[in-house]
């Protein structure tokens, strides 16, 4: 399904609560803060958005497909992953602001679809040495998507401490262990 290009209103719209989520929460945001902040009247607004949270699906939509666009491999997703935690960190506000407007499941959601695409093609090339089917593949990488996310989340609620990279380097050995062992074992094969 082919998704249209963002246009340069929706754009702006984003910039705007992206600059007001860096000062306070998106329960203290009303369209009407999105809509002086970047000189579009509500009407405008509300042509390309239902409410706030749309718009706030619509940007993590954006930069879900931003990363994933950069060409996940098997081979690069550890170091995409990295580089969005990198991205993350650099707008710690933003991100700690956005992490207390947003409840557990939308937060689990969009790292969920940033995530398990890679996490499929490694524990698809993974199960290919063990002859593990098209299941055990989803189930082995819905595991670890969400040890994964699970970690991240964790992270936010510390405040992006800057331990993430020894964290992150630690969780992705983990699961170059699991993918082996788990299709190992789910094959018949230990």
Not at 23 to 29: E, G, M, R
Not at 95 to 122: C, E, G, K, W
Request: aromatic letters at 10%; one cysteine or more; glycine letters at 6%.
């Amino acid at each position: 399904m082919g998704e249209k290009m963002a246009s340069s209103t929706e754009r702006a719209l984003a910039e705007s609560l992206k600059n007001l989520l860096s000062k306070k929460t998106l329960n203290k945001i009303t369209v009407k803060d999105i809509t002086d902040n970047c000189g579009v009247n509500r009407q405008t607004f509300y042509y390309h958005f239902h409410d706030v949270y749309d718009l706030m699906e619509w940007m993590f939509t954006q930069a879900a497909q931003e990363y994933i666009s950069t060409g996940l491999s098997t081979e690069n997703w550890k170091n995409v992953l990295m580089g969005v935690l990198d991205d993350l960190v650099g707008e710690k506000q933003f991100i700690l602001n956005t992490y207390h407007s947003l409840n557990r499941r939308q937060l689990d959601q969009f790292m969920q679809r940033l995530i398990r695409p890679a996490l499929v093609a490694y524990a698809a090339e993974a199960a290919e040495k063990n002859g593990a089917g098209r299941e055990d593949i989803d189930f082995v990488a819905d595991m670890c998507t969400y040890a994964i996310v699970g970690i991240i989340t964790e992270w936010f609620a510390s405040g992006l401490t800057d331990k993430y990279r020894e964290i992150l380097e630690k969780l992705l050995i983990a699961t170059n262990g699991i993918l082996d062992f788990a299709f190992g074992n789910l094959s018949g094969k230990s």
